[in-house]
């Protein structure tokens, strides 16, 4: 059975994808930072339907704390998909920014994405099969006032998405991001209501955390083995 880890798994779309993964017959590790108790929901959720799944938590800002976490898991057997989920924001229009809002998103998406990548690394090309999937964001692309902070660092992991694929080509390893637009959980809930959203996203709904999942899903499979180096949207045709 192949080991996903999805970090962040805690949050809206991170659980989407856990129950997801675990359907198609993953064991799943279903990682959290404050809310190890959700990541138990969801593992209890995925084990009553019949999967497999584990709750981890670990900052992936701490880099030594991560890699003891990695290390205690990889001690268990390989981990041949890591999708990368973890991600906050924190807004502020760019001259009333702090170094501290500025920090804190780039160390969580960015850093985050070195301290939890670079260990499985290794043990993925071991085993000649991995699947890298990192999500990003529609702000990533187009950019997003008062997200410069976000917008910055979910850019700078397709460039860090598309370099790591041409590393693991030839390993049978593929790396790409999916950038979301608009997805119904907790993050937006404050930041765009029903009308704002119809004003905004052509299909005049925000997306469902499933659907990310389900790309997801499709990308850590078999039939995505010619998929790699790529920036996927899921937007409903905002771009
Ligand atoms: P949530 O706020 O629901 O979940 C965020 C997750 O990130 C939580 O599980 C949280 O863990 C985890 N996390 C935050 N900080 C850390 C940290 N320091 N170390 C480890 N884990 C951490 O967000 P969503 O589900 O909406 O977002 C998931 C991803 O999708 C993010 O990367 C986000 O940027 C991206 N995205 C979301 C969009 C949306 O519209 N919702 C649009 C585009 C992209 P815990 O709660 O346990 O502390």
Not at 6 to 29: E, F, M, N, P, Q
Not at 66 to 81: F, H, K, M, P
Not at 189 to 201: G, P, R, Y
Request: charged share 15%; glycine share 10%; proline share 3%.
């Amino acid at each position: 059975m192949k080991r996903a880890l999805v970090t962040g798994g805690s949050g809206g779309i991170g659980a989407a994808i856990c129950k997801r993964l675990a359907k198609d017959g993953l064991h799943v590790i279903v990682h959290a930072n404050r809310s190890l108790g959700k990541a138990a929901g969801v593992v209890a959720e995925i084990a009553a339907a019949g999967g497999s799944a584990e709750a981890v938590a670990f900052d992936v800002t701490d880099r030594p704390a991560t890699a003891t976490a990695l290390a205690a898991l990889l001690d268990a057997g390989s981990i041949q998909v890591l999708v990368n989920n973890a991600g906050i924001h924190a807004d502020a229009v760019f001259p009333g920014m702090s170094g501290e809002q500025w920090d804190s998103v780039v160390d969580v998406s960015l850093n985050g994405f070195f301290n939890v990548t670079q260990p499985l690394t290794m043990p993925m090309i071991r085993t000649r099969w991995g699947r890298i999937i990192t999500i990003s964001s529609i702000a990533g692309i187009t950019g997003n006032r008062g997200q410069v902070n976000y917008s910055a660092a979910k850019g700078a992991l397709h460039a860090a998405s598309k370099s790591l694929a041409l590393e693991l080509a030839s390993r049978n390893v593929t790396v790409n991001a999916v950038a979301p637009g608009i997805i119904a959980t907790d993050m937006i809930a404050d930041a765009f209501d029903a009308e704002t959203i119809k004003s905004i996203v052509p299909m005049k709904r925000a997306g469902r955390p499933e659907e990310v999942a389900d790309l997801v899903a499709f990308l850590a499979s078999e039939h995505a083995a010619y998929i790699s180096g790529q920036v996927i949207s899921i937007n409903g045709a905002m771009i």
